[in-house]
């Protein structure tokens, strides 16, 4: 363990009577960074910030804060605040009252609670908002003095469950920007939880895809986009073309009944696999010239780019995204580079990938 990791699951399990809703869950959370937990909804998401913060109980497994077992400390002696899904703020006070609350629990001094609060509304530029009610707030601002109240304790990591989904989608945006650059100001760990991959892609500095209580892969935004580990992750991060195949030898690989150069090795003989192409990795020409032939099924103006769905003569379907306009019911030529298809082994455990991918360096 790195002296830089702040939070560590060994082995986590989580079992709700014969639900098991982690399943032996590990990583190393780093101090300082925005982390992302991003899955669809009952992966196990807020499961995983709820044991950190202390509000439930490991079935099995340890659970490490600063290099200690926590999974005794009640979750009031937890170095970690959370923001609310639904915020949780008390309607009956007002935003000075709802951001001291905490502060006054701890019997901290009067003149040090203001200072705080004041410090924590200037943070989330709500100055001068320390009288107003909760109830004449908008969305937004309510937003910020959940996360207030969260600073205000000055935790060394703020949990934040699918704080933005119940904002429209202007603010949603606006909002990101602002959470993303107030942990970069504050310089603390954000664990953020969203099931929306375009805002994990967006904001983070490690994304921890899950699925069914297992961790899928974990890595920046662009390892995760750019080499998706299962069609899951493919599927659920970004737009993909998934298609069965075989590895002929290494460099080979085989799909849509033809063989294709490819950057991939180390596999076995004729080991069956799928492949991914990302829709803006396929580029059209004409149809003599393409790797694939297809005919456009249809098309859709993206604003920047056209997406064009075809299907190649075997009845795979592709999806093309370019900045040419197709015709529908022509048939074109479809051209990628070796390295555009990343062929991935089925059931490759993230470290079998992990090492898989490094043996690739130098080589690509
Ligand atoms: N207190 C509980 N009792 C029984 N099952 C629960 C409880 N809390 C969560 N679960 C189940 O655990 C699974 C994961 O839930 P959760 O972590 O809330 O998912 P997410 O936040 O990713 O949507 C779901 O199937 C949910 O029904
Ligand atoms: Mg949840």
């Not at 659970?63 to 970690?80: E, H, L, S």
């Not at 007002?94 to 001291?100: D, K, S």
């Not at 504050?186 to 994304?207: K, N, R, Y």
Request: proline letters at 3%; hydrophobic letters at 40%; a negative charge.
């Amino acid at each position: 363990m790195a002296d830089t990791t702040i939070i560590q699951f060994k082995d986590v399990t989580k079992r709700y009577d014969d639900q098991t809703v982690l399943d032996q869950v590990s990583f190393e959370i780093e101090r300082g960074k925005f982390y992302t937990l991003l899955g669809p909804s009952g992966c196990g998401k807020t499961t995983i910030l709820r044991l950190i913060a202390g509000f439930s109980e490991a079935t099995e497994g340890d659970i490490i804060f600063n290099g200690k077992r926590i999974n005794d400390v009640p979750a009031n002696k937890r170095q970690v605040n959370t923001v609310f899904q639904d915020y949780a703020l008390f309607p009956h006070l007002n935003v000075f009252e709802n951001i001291a609350f905490g502060l006054r629990i701890k019997k901290v001094k009067e003149a040090e609670i203001a200072k705080r609060v004041t410090d924590a509304l200037k943070f989330v530029n709500l100055s001068g908002y320390e009288k107003r009610e909760i109830t004449e707030m908008s969305g937004g601002q309510r937003q910020r003095v959940a996360i207030a109240r969260a600073i205000v304790n000055e935790p060394e990591v703020i949990l934040l469950d699918e704080p933005l989904s119940a904002l429209d989608l202007k603010l949603r945006t606006e909002m990101q920007y602002e959470l993303r650059d107030l942990q970069r100001r504050l310089g603390i760990t954000f664990i953020f939880v969203t099931h929306d991959q375009e805002e994990a892609l967006a904001m983070s500095d490690e994304i921890f895809v899950l699925n069914h209580g297992v961790i899928q892969q974990s890595g920046t935004p662009t390892d995760i986009y750019d080499e998706p580990i299962n069609r899951f992750v493919a599927d659920f991060i970004g737009e993909s073309n998934i298609i069965p195949g075989r590895m002929v030898e290494d460099y080979r690989v085989w799909f849509a009944e033809k063989e294709f150069e490819c950057v991939d090795r180390g596999l076995e003989l004729n080991e069956p696999v799928e492949i991914v192409i990302r829709p803006e990795d396929l580029e059209i020409t004409n149809v003599t010239q393409g790797k694939l032939q297809v005919t456009v099924d249809s098309q859709l103006f993206r604003g920047v780019h056209y997406e064009i769905a075809c299907m190649d003569e075997v009845g795979n379907e592709w999806l093309v995204h370019s900045t040419k306009k197709a015709t529908v019911g022509e048939q074109i030529g479809l051209t990628f580079d070796p390295e555009a298809i990343h062929v991935m082994r089925l059931n490759e455990t993230e470290e079998e990938f992990d090492k898989r991918l490094e043996s690739y360096d130098g080589v690509l």
